[in-house]
């Protein structure tokens, strides 16, 4: 089965604080994702990576960067959090043109 | 314009019902419609998709119905069970950019016993 995990399941940080949200999956896959999910908004892709080393902006970017050091290890960083990016994040990998599978998701809370 | 409506927002059905959401896109460069099924406290899963060469798909107890000409997609549920409980997002693809995936707002589904 795949496995994705994310590091966290719930994390409090204080505004203006360096967020890293890390994820790891097991399958080899060349696609991994970060979505945020909010009540009414669905998912929305914040980055996608096809590659180690290779990223694109998704829908929603801004205040987020990301890091593809490793094949297996997807990071999502919050440069300076901002209570407007309190959010459910999901991170998802896949092969290319097949489904993603997702990680459970952490609940970040910024106060 | 890239977006996917999903409606309703939430509904409750008795068990035995038949739960249906319905979707709606306007992109016609769409080619593929996942739908994805999320239960609390776990990431969405692929429960079932379908491509627009074909107006019915079913697996199980799940059916899609796809229109093609009216850009709507919709789900139906059979025999709804209370395990059926969860979050159902609807989704659309572009084989151009296969991976960028569209998700709708989400449903949120209660099935009472």
């Known amino acids: 089965d795949v496995k994705v995990t994310q590091s966290s399941r719930y994390l409090v940080k204080r505004t203006g604080e360096k967020v890293f949200l890390e994820c790891v999956q097991d399958?080899?896959?060349?696609?991994m994702f970060w979505y945020r999910q909010d009540p009414g908004l669905g998912l929305r892709l914040i980055y996608f990576?096809?590659?180690?080393?290779?990223?694109e902006k998704g829908d929603i970017p801004e205040g987020y960067s990301v890091s593809r050091e490793k094949k297996e290890r997807f990071s999502l960083i919050l440069e300076s959090a901002s209570t407007n990016q309190t959010s459910m994040y999901l991170c998802?990998?896949?092969?290319?043109?097949?489904?993603?599978?997702f990680g459970p998701g952490t609940r970040l809370t910024v106060t | 314009q890239q977006q996917v409506k999903q409606s309703p927002q939430s509904l409750i059905v008795q068990k035995g019902g038949i739960p249906i959401i319905n979707c709606a896109y306007e992109?016609?460069?769409?080619?593929?419609f996942p739908w994805y099924q999320q239960f609390p406290g776990k990431g969405p899963a692929l429960l079932i998709a379908i491509r627009p060469d074909v107006s019915e798909k079913k697996e199980g107890r799940f059916t899609i119905s796809f229109n093609k000409s009216a850009k709507q997609f919709s789900l139906h549920i059979m025999d709804s069970q209370p395990g059926d409980s969860a979050t159902y997002f609807c989704?659309?693809?572009?084989?151009?950019?296969?991976?960028?995936?569209?998700f709708g707002p989400g449903t949120s589904l209660s099935v009472i016993p």
């Open positions: 998802a990998s896949s092969l290319p043109g097949y489904e993603q599978y």
């Open positions: 399958m080899d896959h060349e696609n």
């Open positions: 992109n016609t460069a769409f080619d593929y």
């Open positions: 990576s096809y590659d180690v080393k290779m990223k």
């Open positions: 989704a659309a693809s572009m084989m151009a950019s296969y991976d960028k995936v569209i």
